[in-house]
């Protein structure tokens, strides 16, 4: 290990990565936010995707400080690429980024970019950035590379380490970058041919699911307007060998529930019109609204008056067993409900109250102190509550 490395960003990716290669060697983690810096310093992951224990045991320097990026000559790029509320790719984060390494960039370092992006944004927007804030050149005093993230947060099975780490860059820089990641990464490495193969990869990867679970949600509207069980029909259908088994639900997050989009922008930017992944983002967007319409319905029918109830929320993370509330569409739902006049009431297993009223500005209610509903919807299944049952209704 010749290279000192600097992993940028320590969110639900970043950490992961900054884990793998701070177990056997000393790093840099650098991030802008204050708290996740000091929160694991003192040896805590309020995400809650790397324990106490495996904390302790890292080599890593936590800071705000970027010009500890100067001592380190391989940076890892994993800060968040969310949208604007047009549905809009929000490049922010990634450029800020780009002019911080920039001018903090020493002669023969390599770059290597993980954040989700359309295909053609490293090498149309980042290098200019890099270039632009260091005065050197790409390809010449410095190199970049993309190596798409994979990481899927809560799932304990396919960490890191066990996802295969597809790589591309300049041929200067390429065999370092797939040995780098080859030392950590057990499961091996891919050569993607160019960065824009790489780039487009991971970006249809959650485009893909998106579209299946779009076709759930849609079928799921259907059978409930033909009062047939959505379940029974997915299980019955499940019978056969090649049936894919996906499940009606929000879509949110900080990958499946956006990077459509940035897929949809780069094509309508080349002048096509993207018809089916739209419809498809259509869909799961609107769900939300179609589920808080849904608990409408069956309040009138029960005679509860409407204005002044009071709804349990149940979970507001984006989904089950994770701590990520980025991009949630629980959101959705209470705001549908707020316009009926309904008093809501929101609790969460694991949300990290503080990032969520940061977020969305609502107030985590413990399990405990809330008071009786009208009406209570299991937004997010978190093992806590399925282990409850219908027990856990009786203190909601």
């Given at each position: ?88 790719p929000n490049l922010i984060p990634l ?208 005679n509860i008056p409407i204005k002044d ?88």
């Amino acid at each position: 290990m010749d290279r000192k490395i600097a992993v940028v960003g320590l969110g639900y990716v970043g950490l992961q990565v900054a884990v793998a290669f701070g177990k056997n060697n000393p790093i840099v983690g650098f991030d802008i936010n204050e708290r996740r810096i000091e929160t694991l310093k003192q040896g805590f992951d309020y995400t809650y995707e790397v324990s106490e224990a495996e904390l302790r045991l890292l080599q890593i320097d936590y800071t705000t400080n970027p010009c500890k990026l100067k001592d380190c000559n391989f940076i890892i790029v994993t800060v968040p690429t969310p949208i604007h509320d047009n549905k809009q790719p929000n490049l922010i984060p990634l450029i800020q980024a780009s002019q911080v390494i920039g001018e903090h960039l020493c002669p023969g370092t390599i770059v290597v970019y993980e954040s989700t992006v359309f295909p053609g944004t490293t090498e149309e927007v980042c290098i200019p950035v890099l270039e632009q804030f260091s005065g050197m050149r790409n390809g010449v005093d410095f190199y970049v590379g993309y190596s798409p993230e994979r990481i899927n947060p809560g799932d304990r099975e396919h960490r890191f380490n066990k996802i295969r780490k597809v790589v591309s860059g300049p041929v200067e820089a390429l065999e370092t970058i797939a040995t780098l990641y080859e030392s950590v990464v057990e499961a091996g490495v891919h050569y993607a041919p160019s960065i824009k193969v790489a780039e487009a990869a991971k970006v249809i990867e959650n485009t893909q699911r998106d579209l299946n679970i779009a076709l759930m949600n849609e079928l799921a509207i259907i059978f409930d307007k033909l009062d047939i069980d959505t379940a029974e029909v997915l299980e019955a259908a499940g019978t056969k060998w090649n049936f894919q088994r996906f499940q009606p639900g929000l879509v949110g997050g900080h990958c499946i529930g956006v990077d459509p989009y940035y897929l949809t922008y780069k094509a309508e930017s080349i002048g096509y019109q993207p018809q089916v992944i739209l419809a498809g983002r259509r869909i799961n967007d609107t769900m939300g609204s179609y589920i808080a319409s849904s608990v409408i319905k069956q309040m009138i029918l029960r005679n509860i008056p409407i204005k002044d109830s009071v709804v349990t929320i149940l979970g507001v993370t984006f989904k089950e067993n994770v701590a990520d509330i980025r991009n949630s569409k629980v959101i959705d739902i209470i705001s549908e409900l707020k316009q009926y006049g309904i008093r809501i009431q929101v609790s969460d297993a694991i949300a990290d109250p503080v990032s969520v009223y940061h977020e969305y500005g609502i107030d985590l209610i413990d399990e405990k102190e809330l008071i009786p509903a009208d009406a209570v919807i299991l937004c997010v299944p978190h093992g806590t509550y399925c282990d409850k049952g219908w027990g856990l209704m009786g203190s909601s």
